[in-house]
C-alpha cells in the first residue's frame, strides 16, 4: 500500500542474535582501529608538525622497517654489522637484498671491518652499493641504522629482541645525514 509502512513483529529471541551481530561487527572495527591507529597517527604528527615515530617487533616488523627504506627517492645511508643481521634475520635480509636489486636502490654502507663483513660485500651489489669499513673493535655495534628521505631506521636484533624503529623527522634526518657524511 503506497504511503504505508508495515511493520512485522519479530520473535524476542531474535534479538539476542542482533546483539550477538553488532557485538562482532565492533570487534572488527576495533581490530580494524588497532591496525591503523599508527598510520594515522604518524599522518596527524607529520601535519601538526611533530615527528612520526612507529614501532615494529618481530621477523614481520623487521620486513616493514628494511621495506620501508625501498621506497627511498634518494640513496639510502646506513649503519650496519652485517653479521647480525645475517645470524637474526637472514630470509628478511635476502628479500630486502633482492628488492633493492632488482629496483637499482643506491646505497652506502659503513659496516664493521672483519673478516666476515669483508667476504660478505666481496661481490654485493657493487654497482648499486658503496661499502666503507670501519674497525670492528673501536666501533662495534649490534644494529641497523639507515637514513632516507627525512627518516631514520633503526633495528636492533639479538636473542631477545627483534625491535625495529622508524623516525620521521627532518631535523633529526639532517644531524645523521651530516654526521654520516
Same mark, same amino acid.
Given at each position: 500500500?503506497?504511503?504505508?509502512?508495515?511493520?512485522?513483529? @519479530?520473535?524476542?529471541?531474535?534479538?539476542?542474535?542482533?546483539?550477538?551481530?553488532?557485538?562482532?561487527?565492533?570487534?572488527? #572495527?576495533?581490530?580494524?582501529?588497532?591496525?591503523?591507529?599508527?598510520?594515522?597517527?604518524?599522518? =596527524?604528527?607529520l601535519v601538526s &608538525?611533530?615527528?612520526? *615515530?612507529?614501532?615494529?617487533e618481530g621477523d614481520?616488523?623487521?620486513?616493514? *622497517?628494511?621495506? #620501508? @627504506?625501498?621506497?627511498?627517492?634518494?640513496? *639510502?645511508?646506513?649503519?650496519?654489522?652485517?653479521?647480525?643481521?645475517?645470524?637474526?634475520?637472514?630470509?628478511?635480509?635476502?628479500?630486502?637484498?633482492?628488492?633493492?636489486?632488482?629496483?637499482?636502490?643506491?646505497?652506502?654502507? !659503513?659496516? !664493521?671491518?672483519?673478516?666476515?663483513?669483508?667476504?660478505?660485500?666481496?661481490? =654485493?651489489?657493487?654497482?648499486?652499493?658503496?661499502? @666503507?669499513?670501519? #674497525?670492528?673493535?673501536?666501533?662495534?655495534?649490534?644494529?641497523?641504522?639507515?637514513? =632516507? #628521505?627525512?627518516? *631514520?631506521?633503526?633495528?636492533?636484533?639479538? +636473542?631477545?629482541? +627483534?625491535?625495529?624503529?622508524?623516525?620521521? &623527522?627532518?631535523?633529526?634526518?639532517?644531524?645523521? +645525514?651530516?654526521l654520516f657524511d
Open positions: 500500500i503506497e504511503g504505508k509502512i508495515h511493520f512485522v513483529v @519479530s520473535h524476542p529471541s531474535n534479538l539476542e542474535s542482533l546483539i550477538k551481530s553488532r557485538e562482532k561487527d565492533l570487534e572488527n #572495527d576495533k581490530k580494524t582501529l588497532e591496525n591503523i591507529l599508527p598510520s594515522l597517527t604518524s599522518e =596527524y604528527n &608538525n611533530k615527528p612520526s *615515530v612507529r614501532y615494529f614481520d616488523g623487521m620486513w616493514e *622497517v628494511l621495506n #620501508d @627504506s625501498l621506497s627511498a627517492k634518494e640513496t *639510502v645511508y646506513q649503519y650496519a654489522d652485517p653479521e647480525v643481521i645475517d645470524k637474526f634475520i637472514p630470509e628478511v635480509n635476502k628479500k630486502y637484498a633482492k628488492t633493492r636489486g632488482k629496483l637499482g636502490l643506491k646505497k652506502k654502507i !659503513i659496516v !664493521i671491518n672483519t673478516p666476515w663483513a669483508r667476504k660478505y660485500f666481496k661481490d =654485493y651489489h657493487k654497482d648499486i652499493t658503496e661499502v @666503507s669499513f670501519i #674497525d670492528h673493535e673501536k666501533y662495534s655495534f649490534y644494529t641497523s641504522m639507515m637514513i =632516507y #628521505d627525512n627518516k *631514520v631506521s633503526y633495528l636492533v636484533l639479538s +636473542k631477545k629482541q +627483534k625491535e625495529g624503529v622508524i623516525i620521521e &623527522n627532518g631535523s633529526l634526518y639532517k644531524m645523521r +645525514k651530516t
